[in-house]
Protein backbone atom coordinates (compact mmCIF):
# COMPACT_ATOMS: atom_id res chain seq x y z
CA UNK A 1 0.00 0.00 0.00
CA UNK A 2 3.33 2.42 1.28
CA UNK A 3 4.48 1.35 -2.62
CA UNK A 4 1.56 2.00 -4.03
CA UNK A 5 1.08 5.39 -2.78
CA UNK A 6 4.51 6.59 -3.02
CA UNK A 7 4.50 5.07 -6.77
CA UNK A 8 1.59 7.34 -7.07
CA UNK A 9 3.40 10.19 -5.71
CA UNK A 10 5.84 10.06 -8.11
CA UNK A 11 4.20 10.05 -11.28
CA UNK A 12 2.05 12.94 -9.61
CA UNK A 13 5.53 15.16 -9.30
CA UNK A 14 6.58 14.13 -12.61
CA UNK A 15 3.75 14.96 -14.40
CA UNK A 16 3.77 18.78 -12.67
CA UNK A 17 7.42 19.06 -13.31
CA UNK A 18 7.11 18.46 -16.87
CA UNK A 19 3.96 21.03 -17.11
CA UNK A 20 6.36 23.81 -15.17
CA UNK A 21 8.85 22.55 -17.82
CA UNK A 22 6.42 23.10 -20.82
CA UNK A 23 5.07 26.23 -19.54
CA UNK A 24 8.83 27.95 -19.12
CA UNK A 25 10.01 26.36 -22.90
CA UNK A 26 6.81 28.24 -24.09
CA UNK A 27 7.33 31.39 -22.35
CA UNK A 28 10.64 31.30 -23.05
CA UNK A 29 9.52 30.39 -27.09
CA UNK A 30 6.94 33.05 -27.36
CA UNK A 31 8.55 35.68 -25.56
CA UNK A 32 9.59 37.72 -28.68
CA UNK A 33 6.79 36.14 -31.08
CA UNK A 34 5.55 38.89 -33.44
CA UNK A 35 2.31 40.19 -33.85
CA UNK A 36 0.92 38.43 -37.25
CA UNK A 37 -2.60 40.25 -37.65
CA UNK A 38 -5.64 42.11 -36.00
CA UNK A 39 -8.79 40.01 -35.49
CA UNK A 40 -12.18 41.49 -34.54
CA UNK A 41 -14.93 39.98 -32.54
CA UNK A 42 -18.00 40.61 -32.03
CA UNK A 43 -21.51 38.64 -31.71
CA UNK A 44 -23.00 37.65 -34.93
CA UNK A 45 -26.73 39.19 -33.69
CA UNK A 46 -25.73 42.47 -32.75
CA UNK A 47 -27.94 45.22 -34.34
CA UNK A 48 -24.62 47.69 -34.51
CA UNK A 49 -22.18 46.70 -36.52
CA UNK A 50 -19.31 48.67 -36.85
CA UNK A 51 -16.86 48.15 -40.13
CA UNK A 52 -13.67 45.71 -38.63
CA UNK A 53 -11.61 48.15 -40.99
CA UNK A 54 -12.30 51.56 -38.76
CA UNK A 55 -11.71 49.52 -35.48
CA UNK A 56 -8.37 48.85 -37.09
CA UNK A 57 -7.76 51.58 -37.94
CA UNK A 58 -8.16 53.13 -34.38
CA UNK A 59 -5.82 50.25 -33.12
CA UNK A 60 -3.47 51.72 -35.80
CA UNK A 61 -3.63 54.91 -34.74
CA UNK A 62 -2.81 54.17 -31.13
CA UNK A 63 0.37 52.30 -32.54
CA UNK A 64 0.96 52.37 -36.31
CA UNK A 65 3.58 49.66 -35.90
CA UNK A 66 1.14 47.16 -33.97
CA UNK A 67 1.92 44.38 -36.86
CA UNK A 68 5.04 43.34 -36.98
CA UNK A 69 6.01 44.27 -33.41
CA UNK A 70 6.35 41.68 -30.62
CA UNK A 71 3.33 40.96 -28.72
CA UNK A 72 5.01 41.60 -25.66
CA UNK A 73 5.30 45.56 -26.28
CA UNK A 74 1.57 46.18 -27.33
CA UNK A 75 -0.26 47.67 -24.89
CA UNK A 76 -3.87 46.12 -24.78
CA UNK A 77 -4.96 48.72 -22.38
CA UNK A 78 -4.23 52.10 -24.10
CA UNK A 79 -5.99 50.07 -27.48
CA UNK A 80 -9.25 49.30 -25.57
CA UNK A 81 -9.16 52.70 -24.39
CA UNK A 82 -9.31 54.14 -27.91
CA UNK A 83 -12.11 51.61 -29.20
CA UNK A 84 -14.35 52.66 -26.33
CA UNK A 85 -14.23 56.24 -27.78
CA UNK A 86 -16.22 55.00 -30.76
CA UNK A 87 -20.02 55.91 -28.95
CA UNK A 88 -21.58 53.27 -30.30
CA UNK A 89 -19.59 50.22 -28.64
CA UNK A 90 -19.78 49.52 -24.81
CA UNK A 91 -16.44 47.59 -24.18
CA UNK A 92 -13.67 46.74 -25.74
CA UNK A 93 -11.41 43.72 -24.97
CA UNK A 94 -7.81 43.31 -26.34
CA UNK A 95 -6.44 39.76 -25.82
CA UNK A 96 -2.74 38.83 -27.30
CA UNK A 97 -3.23 35.53 -28.72
CA UNK A 98 -0.80 32.65 -29.33
CA UNK A 99 -1.64 30.78 -32.67
CA UNK A 100 0.37 27.57 -33.09
CA UNK A 101 1.46 27.20 -37.12
CA UNK A 102 3.31 24.77 -38.22
CA UNK A 103 6.65 24.08 -35.85
CA UNK A 104 6.47 28.02 -34.62
CA UNK A 105 3.48 30.38 -32.78
CA UNK A 106 2.30 33.60 -34.31
CA UNK A 107 0.65 36.52 -32.71
CA UNK A 108 -2.60 37.38 -32.96
CA UNK A 109 -4.25 40.72 -31.08
CA UNK A 110 -7.55 39.93 -30.95
CA UNK A 111 -9.90 42.26 -30.12
CA UNK A 112 -13.47 41.61 -28.60
CA UNK A 113 -15.77 44.15 -29.06
CA UNK A 114 -19.34 44.82 -27.22
CA UNK A 115 -22.13 47.33 -29.07
CA UNK A 116 -24.46 48.99 -27.61
CA UNK A 117 -28.32 48.11 -27.85
CA UNK A 118 -30.39 50.72 -29.78
CA UNK A 119 -33.66 50.71 -27.41
CA UNK A 120 -35.11 54.40 -29.09
CA UNK A 121 -34.53 57.16 -31.77
CA UNK A 122 -34.16 60.64 -30.96
CA UNK A 123 -34.96 63.42 -33.57
CA UNK A 124 -34.65 66.88 -32.57
CA UNK A 125 -33.37 70.23 -33.22
CA UNK A 126 -30.05 68.98 -30.58
CA UNK A 127 -30.04 65.60 -33.50
CA UNK A 128 -30.36 62.77 -34.23
CA UNK A 129 -29.31 59.92 -32.63
CA UNK A 130 -30.21 56.64 -30.66
CA UNK A 131 -30.37 55.68 -26.96
CA UNK A 132 -29.50 52.36 -25.30
CA UNK A 133 -31.16 51.51 -21.78
CA UNK A 134 -29.11 52.99 -20.04
CA UNK A 135 -29.93 56.52 -21.70
CA UNK A 136 -25.84 56.38 -23.40
CA UNK A 137 -25.73 58.70 -26.79
CA UNK A 138 -24.81 57.31 -29.94
CA UNK A 139 -24.96 58.25 -33.91
CA UNK A 140 -27.30 57.04 -36.02
CA UNK A 141 -25.18 55.64 -38.91
CA UNK A 142 -26.09 54.36 -42.75
CA UNK A 143 -24.51 51.04 -41.63
CA UNK A 144 -26.93 50.15 -39.70
CA UNK A 145 -30.47 50.75 -38.97
CA UNK A 146 -32.95 49.47 -35.62
CA UNK A 147 -36.20 49.50 -35.43
CA UNK A 148 -37.33 51.05 -32.45
CA UNK A 149 -39.33 53.24 -31.09
CA UNK A 150 -39.19 57.00 -32.65
CA UNK A 151 -39.40 60.21 -30.48
CA UNK A 152 -39.16 63.73 -32.09
CA UNK A 153 -39.67 66.98 -30.25
CA UNK A 154 -37.53 68.75 -27.27
CA UNK A 155 -35.68 65.93 -25.31
CA UNK A 156 -32.91 67.01 -22.80
CA UNK A 157 -31.06 64.34 -21.23
CA UNK A 158 -32.51 64.10 -17.64
CA UNK A 159 -35.86 64.23 -19.48
CA UNK A 160 -34.71 61.11 -21.32
CA UNK A 161 -32.83 59.05 -18.81
CA UNK A 162 -35.27 59.87 -15.66
CA UNK A 163 -39.07 59.95 -17.78
CA UNK A 164 -38.80 59.08 -21.60
CA UNK A 165 -36.96 55.75 -21.05
CA UNK A 166 -38.93 54.15 -18.22
CA UNK A 167 -42.22 55.35 -20.09
CA UNK A 168 -40.22 53.41 -23.54
CA UNK A 169 -39.73 50.26 -21.40
CA UNK A 170 -43.03 49.70 -20.21
CA UNK A 171 -44.49 49.90 -23.48
CA UNK A 172 -41.75 47.57 -25.14
CA UNK A 173 -43.17 45.49 -22.39
CA UNK A 174 -46.75 45.49 -23.40
CA UNK A 175 -47.47 43.61 -26.49
CA UNK A 176 -50.49 46.08 -27.41
CA UNK A 177 -48.98 49.36 -26.86
CA UNK A 178 -45.73 48.36 -28.37
CA UNK A 179 -46.98 47.51 -31.73
CA UNK A 180 -50.18 50.27 -31.08
CA UNK A 181 -47.29 53.09 -30.48
CA UNK A 182 -45.47 54.25 -33.58
CA UNK A 183 -44.22 57.71 -32.70
CA UNK A 184 -43.90 60.18 -29.65
CA UNK A 185 -43.39 63.60 -29.91
CA UNK A 186 -42.71 65.49 -26.68
CA UNK A 187 -43.16 69.47 -26.96
CA UNK A 188 -40.75 72.47 -24.85
CA UNK A 189 -42.53 72.04 -21.64
CA UNK A 190 -42.09 68.92 -21.66
CA UNK A 191 -45.90 67.25 -22.59
CA UNK A 192 -45.92 64.38 -24.73
CA UNK A 193 -48.28 63.68 -27.64
CA UNK A 194 -48.52 60.07 -28.70
CA UNK A 195 -49.07 59.23 -32.50
CA UNK A 196 -50.79 55.73 -32.53
CA UNK A 197 -50.10 53.04 -35.38
CA UNK A 198 -53.83 52.03 -36.09
CA UNK A 199 -56.49 55.10 -36.30
CA UNK A 200 -56.20 59.18 -37.29
CA UNK A 201 -56.40 60.91 -33.86
CA UNK A 202 -53.92 61.99 -31.59
CA UNK A 203 -52.99 60.97 -28.06
CA UNK A 204 -52.41 63.93 -25.70
CA UNK A 205 -50.24 62.46 -23.19
CA UNK A 206 -49.54 65.46 -21.25
CA UNK A 207 -45.99 65.05 -18.99
CA UNK A 208 -44.80 61.49 -18.31
CA UNK A 209 -45.54 61.26 -15.17
CA UNK A 210 -48.27 58.66 -13.93
CA UNK A 211 -47.89 57.19 -17.38
CA UNK A 212 -48.66 53.38 -16.85
CA UNK A 213 -52.38 55.04 -15.35
CA UNK A 214 -52.95 56.89 -18.61
CA UNK A 215 -51.87 54.21 -20.51
CA UNK A 216 -54.34 52.26 -18.83
CA UNK A 217 -57.15 54.40 -19.37
CA UNK A 218 -56.08 54.82 -22.77
CA UNK A 219 -56.74 51.32 -23.35
CA UNK A 220 -59.89 50.86 -21.71
CA UNK A 221 -61.24 53.83 -24.04
CA UNK A 222 -59.61 51.76 -27.09
CA UNK A 223 -61.79 48.49 -26.04
CA UNK A 224 -65.18 50.25 -24.85
CA UNK A 225 -65.03 53.34 -27.43
CA UNK A 226 -62.94 52.85 -30.51
CA UNK A 227 -62.94 49.22 -31.11
CA UNK A 228 -66.69 49.68 -32.07
CA UNK A 229 -65.87 51.16 -35.41
CA UNK A 230 -64.92 54.53 -34.19
CA UNK A 231 -61.46 54.47 -35.07
CA UNK A 232 -61.81 57.54 -37.44
CA UNK A 233 -64.49 59.73 -34.99
CA UNK A 234 -61.80 61.37 -32.92
CA UNK A 235 -59.71 63.88 -33.46
CA UNK A 236 -57.61 63.76 -30.23
CA UNK A 237 -57.80 61.87 -27.24
CA UNK A 238 -56.34 63.26 -23.96
CA UNK A 239 -55.15 61.28 -20.89
CA UNK A 240 -53.33 64.39 -19.19
CA UNK A 241 -55.36 64.86 -16.88
CA UNK A 242 -55.85 62.70 -13.72
CA UNK A 243 -58.46 59.75 -14.19
CA UNK A 244 -60.15 61.64 -17.22
CA UNK A 245 -60.32 60.27 -21.00
CA UNK A 246 -61.46 63.30 -23.15
CA UNK A 247 -62.28 62.51 -26.35
CA UNK A 248 -62.88 65.49 -29.09
CA UNK A 249 -64.64 64.54 -32.45
CA UNK A 250 -63.51 65.54 -35.93
Not at 47 to 65: E, G, N
Not at 139 to 147: C, M
Not at 171 to 186: L, T
Request: proline letters at 2%; glycine letters at 4%; hydrophobic letters at 40%.
Amino acid sequence: MMFRKLTNLAGLLLVIGFLIATVAFTSLENKNNICSKIEVNFRSNNIIKVDDDDIIKMVKAVDSQVVGKPMKQINAEEIEQEIEKLKAIEKAEVYKVMIKDSASFKGVLSIKVKYREPFVRIMSASGNYYLDKQGNKFPVSINYTANVLTVTGTINDEVAVNKLIPFVMYVEADDFWKAQIQQVHVQSNGDATIIPLVGDQLIEFGSFDNYEKKLRNMRAFYEQVLVKNNWDKYKTVSVKYDNQVIAKKR
